[in-house]
């Protein structure tokens, strides 16, 4: 069983939504904190949002509002609701299933430990 698979990303207008999933092992999804990050390309990562064990979902301002975590337990799947997408939003989206401590301090050199991503493209 692969470790995790993300999947969903693609290439939209400005404006318009997408949703990428992150779907885990069964004991990684019941166990551990999740978190997204973003890099675009020549850029810094990001770390989008985390989701705690506990339910708490932090967003970074950049997104608050437009973007939403939710949770599928019978399929082991985290979702990243993407609305009103902006080009700025073009990047590759990591899910990373860790300790809050962990995910915070992931450095963008090693996102792809946790696989290649998926890859979002906002056109204007």
């Known amino acids: 069983e692969a470790p995790l698979v993300v999947s969903g990303g693609g290439s939209v207008e400005a404006g318009e939504s997408l949703r990428i999933s992150c779907t885990l092992s069964?004991?990684?999804?019941?166990?551990?904190?999740q978190g997204w990050y973003r890099q675009a390309p020549g850029n810094e990562c990001e770390l989008v949002s985390t989701?705690?064990?506990?339910?708490?979902?932090w967003y970074a301002q950049s997104v608050k509002d437009r973007f939403a975590v939710s949770l599928d337990a019978a399929k082991n799947t985290i979702y990243l609701q993407m609305n009103s997408l902006r080009p700025e939003d073009t990047a590759s989206y990591y899910c990373?299933?860790?300790?809050?401590?962990?995910?915070?301090?992931?450095?963008?050199?090693?996102?792809?430990?946790w696989g290649q991503g998926t890859t979002v493209t906002v056109t204007s």
């Open positions: 990373i299933p860790a300790d809050l401590a962990t995910i915070s301090s992931w450095p963008c050199s090693r996102l792809d430990t």
């Open positions: 069964k004991t990684t999804f019941d166990a551990i904190d």
């Open positions: 989701r705690r064990k506990d339910g708490t979902i």
